[in-house]
T-cell receptor, first 114, second 114 residues
Framework: ETGVTQTPRHLVMGMTNKKSLKCEQHLGHNAMYWYKQSAKKPLELMFVYNFKEQTENNSVPSRFSPECPNSSHLFLHLHTLQPEDSALYLC?????????????FGPGTRLLVL | QKEVEQNSGPLSVPEGAIASLNCTYSDRVSQSFFWYRQYSGKSPELIMSIYSNGDKEDGRFTAQLNKASQYVSLLIRDSQPSDSATYLCAVKSRGGTSYGKLTFGQGTILTVHP
């Protein structure tokens, strides 16, 4: 498989559930990102990992918990979410996280919180 | 003031015409500029990146950057119905470290009608 993959592609969960989103990149990159895309709002950066270290947390509520065990994998653990957290969650990667680099996006996980 | 502003559209152009998409940004130290295309229900895919003032051409696409005016645009020549999508402008600032934060505009919806 090539590029950036995400699983699951669709997820429906209740507010009391715990679930995890998975991202894997096959590009040999060292920086990975989580973004949230809500209807009629710009893409919002959530977290950045460079060489497995978190370098950005964009004031994200603690009910979202990222994990980056290695440079190829990124997880987003979800618990006690709210209906307003329903959105498309996108993972991206870039070579080293430098400012001039292109970020490549995965297909996204469409999340619905009931 | 929004960090990255785009006219949300929709912008409607006839097939074969030139589509002009515009973007302004507020951070004067922004260094890297990207245009992504996002089809409905899909993830963003990179079309062009530009770092220096002037024009950059790639096939039917031309990106134009004017750092003094804090303005970046995308021209699509010979527009095709398959170009119908949301076009996202993204700006990356170097900030105080080597790592930059990518900030997206809201996106412009482009419709190319036969």
């Amino acid at each position: 498989e090539t590029g950036v993959t995400q699983t699951p592609r669709h997820l429906v969960m209740g507010m009391t559930n715990k679930k995890s989103l998975k991202c894997e990149q096959h590009l040999g990159h060292n920086a990975m990102y989580w973004y949230k895309q809500s209807a009629k709002k710009p893409l919002e950066l959530m977290f950045v990992y460079n060489f497995k270290e978190q370098t950005e947390n964009n004031s994200v509520p603690s009910r979202f918990s990222p994990e980056c065990p290695n440079s190829s994998h990124l997880f987003l653990h979800l618990h006690t979410l709210q209906p307003e957290d329903s959105a498309l969650y996108l993972c991206a990667s870039s070579a080293t996280g430098q400012y001039q680099e292109t970020q490549y996006f995965g297909p996204g996980t469409r999340l619905l919180v009931l | 003031q929004k960090e990255v502003e785009q006219n949300s559209g929709p912008l409607s152009v006839p097939e074969g015409a030139i589509a002009s998409l515009n973007c302004t940004y507020s951070d004067r130290v922004s260094q890297s500029f990207f245009w992504y295309r996002q089809y409905s229900g899909k993830s963003p895919e990179l079309i062009m990146s530009i770092y220096s003032n002037g024009d950059k051409e790639d096939g039917r696409f031309t990106a134009q950057l004017n750092k003094a005016s804090q303005y970046v645009s995308l021209l699509i020549r010979d527009s095709q119905p398959s170009d119908s999508a949301t076009y996202l402008c993204a700006v990356k600032s170097r900030g105080g470290t080597s790592y930059g934060k990518l900030t997206f505009g809201q996106g412009t919806i482009l419709t190319v009608h036969p």
